[in-house]
């Protein structure tokens, strides 16, 4: 459902965050995150402040999102993430009853459980994603805690473009 990330999106977004510089980029897609997915902003928020380092963190969140967001814009006008009419991408909206969706499976299942169902995901369908967030939490003392955030932030959009996708039909 979420747009498959691509290298010549990946080096467009990190041209742009050595360009612009890291702060730059996080005020602008924080800000972006702000108006369109405030549920995204505050799990990320959460995220950073939990792993410690949080300006740092930050810039690997947005990093993160941009991605989706850059990758949806370059996907040509009628291909399933986009849809046949639409003009311009946005990732979805994640709904708050999403998020809580979300967390109930997390207690269900168990965080490791969890964590590792939706890397397998990320593996098999957006594996340059996966490689950013992961050579990203390489570089941060909580490898985990940085992935788990990465993996939250990615269940929540995928299940709430599955959700409006099935709205829809």
């Not at 929540?156 to 473009?161: K, Q, V």
């Amino acid at each position: 459902m979420l747009p498959r990330v691509d290298e010549v999106t990946c080096e467009q977004v990190a041209r742009e965050f050595d360009d612009r510089g890291p702060g730059v980029c996080v005020a602008r897609i924080s800000g972006e995150m702000q108006r369109s997915n405030p549920e995204i902003l505050d799990m990320a928020l959460r995220c950073a402040r939990d792993v410690g380092k949080p300006e740092e963190v930050m810039v690997g969140m947005c990093m993160f999102y941009s991605l989706l967001l850059t990758q949806g814009l370059r996907l040509p006008k009628g291909t399933p993430a986009t849809g046949s009419g639409s003009l311009q991408f946005s990732l979805p909206h994640v709904r708050a009853h999403t998020r809580d969706v979300i967390v109930v499976q997390i207690e269900r299942d168990g965080s490791e459980i969890f964590t590792q169902q939706w890397l397998s995901s990320l593996e098999l369908d957006n594996p340059q994603l996966l490689q950013m967030a992961h050579l990203f939490a390489s570089r941060h003392a909580d490898y985990l805690g940085i992935m788990q955030g990465f993996v939250l932030l990615y269940a929540c959009l995928e299940s709430e473009a599955r959700a409006e996708q099935s709205r829809l039909h």
